[in-house]
């Protein structure tokens, strides 16, 4: 059984940084990619990051520059570092891998 359990988010401040961490059990994270989405309150799930299983990176254009997408095969968990946060990037993270989800992460981040 594949599960994916997301940790890291948090409330802070404008311009403060997060790392959120994807800890993945039951497949590993090096043989597919793996992706972070994130939903604000109101709004549709949309694309942040993808690391794919060869180690090439993509990112939402809202996020380019201020997020880093990284992976630790020993570990199977992929990271979501986060910064220069803005109010704008209050939502809950969560990340998939092929067709599983985790249970996401609440970024609060107040101005």
């Known amino acids: 059984q594949v599960q994916l359990v997301e940790s890291g988010g948090g409330l802070v401040q404008a311009g403060d940084s997060l790392r959120l961490s994807c800890k993945a059990s039951?497949?590993?994270?090096?043989?597919?990619?793996v992706t972070w989405y994130r939903q604000a309150p109101g709004k549709e799930r949309v694309f942040v990051a993808v690391?794919?299983?060869?180690?090439?990176?993509l990112y939402g254009d809202s996020v380019k520059g201020r997020f880093t997408i990284s992976r630790d095969n020993a570990t199977n968990t992929v990271y979501l570092q986060m910064n220069n946060l803005k109010p704008e990037d209050t939502a809950i993270y969560y990340c998939n891998l092929n067709m599983y989800w985790g249970e996401g992460v609440l970024v609060n981040v107040s101005s």
């Open positions: 039951g497949r590993s994270v090096s043989s597919e990619g």
């Open positions: 690391i794919g299983h060869l180690g090439t990176t």
